[in-house]
Antibody
C-alpha cells in the first residue's frame, strides 16, 4: 500500500523559507509518477504548487515559480519543497500527492495523497 | 492561464441524482478528473480519464466530458456523499476547479 507522509515546521516567520519533505513508502520515487505538492488555504480550494519527476524534471505553477524549488532524495525515497519569502497568504494545509502516468495507472490523475500538514506563516 | 469553473454549491435530496459541472476552454479535448474531499480529510480520486472509477469507488459515481464541460454525476446520492468536489485537468500545468460543495438534504 502506497503512503505519503509530509513533515516539516508548522510555523514559519514572514520572509523566511518554508521547507517540507514527503516520505514515500510502498513505492519508489523512480516509478512512473510525478511527485506533487498541492496546498489549501483555510476554507478555500486546492492550489497546485508544482511537481517533480524521477529524472529531476520539474513543472511549477507560474504564479509561484519564482519562489518554488522541488528536489528528490533518492537514497531516502522522498521529495521536498522549498518556498521562499513566505507571507501570510502562504498559510495553508500542504499536501504531497502522486500523479500516476503509468499505462495501468490513473492517466495522470492524483491517485495517492498524504494526510497534509498545516503551515502557518506568522511572526 | 487556463481556468476551470465550478458552481460553488449544489444541493440534492437523498436518493436523487446530483450533477456537478466543470467548465473550461475546450475541456473536452483534455482528460478530466474529479476528487471528493470531506472536512478535515485529504482529497480522494473518484473519477479519472473523464469517466473511469478507481478501485473502491462506488458505481453511483460517473463522469462525462464533452465540448467545454465535464460533469460528475452521483446517482442515488447518499448522505455520505456530502463533501466538496474538485475537478482537475492538465493544460501545460495542473489546474483545479474552485470546488463545489455538495449538500444532501
Amino acid at each position: 500500500q502506497v503512503q505519503l507522509q509530509e513533515s516539516g515546521p508548522g510555523l514559519v516567520k514572514p520572509s523566511e523559507t518554508l521547507s517540507l519533505t514527503c516520505a514515500v513508502s510502498g513505492d519508489s520515487i523512480s516509478s512512473l509518477k510525478w511527485w506533487n505538492w498541492v496546498r489549501q488555504p483555510p476554507g478555500k480550494g486546492l492550489e497546485w504548487i508544482g511537481e517533480i519527476y524521477h529524472d529531476g524534471t520539474t513543472n511549477y505553477n507560474p504564479s509561484l515559480r519564482s519562489r518554488v524549488t522541488m528536489s528528490l532524495d533518492n537514497s531516502n525515497n522522498q521529495f521536498s519543497l522549498r518556498l521562499t519569502s513566505v507571507t501570510a497568504t502562504d498559510t495553508a494545509v500542504y499536501y504531497c500527492a502522486s500523479r500516476n502516468i503509468a499505462p495501468t495507472g490513473t492517466g495522470g490523475a492524483f491517485d495517492i495523497w498524504g494526510h497534509g500538514t498545516m503551515v502557518t506563516v506568522s511572526s | 492561464s487556463y481556468d476551470l469553473t465550478q458552481p460553488p454549491s449544489v444541493s440534492v435530496s437523498p436518493g436523487q441524482t446530483a450533477s456537478i459541472t466543470c467548465s473550461g476552454d475546450k475541456l473536452g479535448d483534455k482528460y478530466a478528473s474529479w476528487y471528493q474531499q470531506k472536512p478535515g480529510q485529504s482529497p480522494v480520486l473518484v473519477i479519472y480519464h473523464d469517466n473511469k472509477r478507481p478501485s473502491g469507488i462506488p458505481e453511483r459515481f460517473s463522469g462525462s466530458n464533452s465540448g467545454s464541460t465535464a460533469t460528475l454525476t452521483i446517482s442515488g446520492t447518499q448522505a455520505i456523499d456530502e463533501a466538496d468536489y474538485y475537478c482537475q485537468a492538465w493544460d501545460t500545468r495542473v489546474v483545479f476547479g474552485g470546488g463545489t460543495k455538495l449538500t444532501v438534504l
